[in-house]
Nanobody, 125 residues
Framework: QVQLVESGGGLVQAGGSLRLSCATSGRPAINYVMAWFRRAPGKEREFVAAINWAGTTTLYADSADSVKGRFTISRDNAKNTAYLQMSSLKPEDTALYYC???????????????WGQGTQVTVSS
């Protein structure tokens, strides 16, 4: 079993930055692929970014309004923590951001077994 706790969300103006953290407990985080998903108001949950167990490869959303180039996922296995550095934030980035852990390096939410409760990010225009 793995427990995930997100932190770092808040209210920020457009163009600003936030750093989300995901602290894991239970089994060591190094055993898992870590990912971030988000759910905007009135929308389905969507993939944001993933990082492999070693932190050597990353995967980002490839939608039209992709976060690639603005968001950076990273991890510190010694601290059992994953991060999402978000820059140049836009109002459309407003969402509840979830951390997830799983065994398959993927953009698919079904491949992630463990989920946090989420941290709210609100970007004002």
């Amino acid at each position: 079993q793995v427990q995930l706790v997100e932190s770092g969300g808040g209210l920020v103006q457009a163009g600003g930055s936030l750093r989300l953290s995901c602290a894991t407990s239970g089994r060591p985080a190094i055993n898992y692929v870590m990912a971030w998903f988000r759910r905007a108001p009135g929308k389905e949950r969507e993939f944001v970014a993933a990082i492999n167990w070693a932190g050597t490869t990353t995967l980002y959303a490839d939608s039209a309004d992709s976060v690639k180039g603005r968001f950076t996922i990273s991890r510190d296995n010694a601290k059992n923590t994953a991060y999402l550095q978000m820059s140049s934030l836009k109002p459309e980035d407003t969402a509840l951001y979830y951390c997830a852990a799983g065994s398959i390096y993927s953009r698919t939410s079904a491949h992630y077994t463990y989920w946090g409760q989420g941290t709210q990010v609100t970007v004002s225009s």
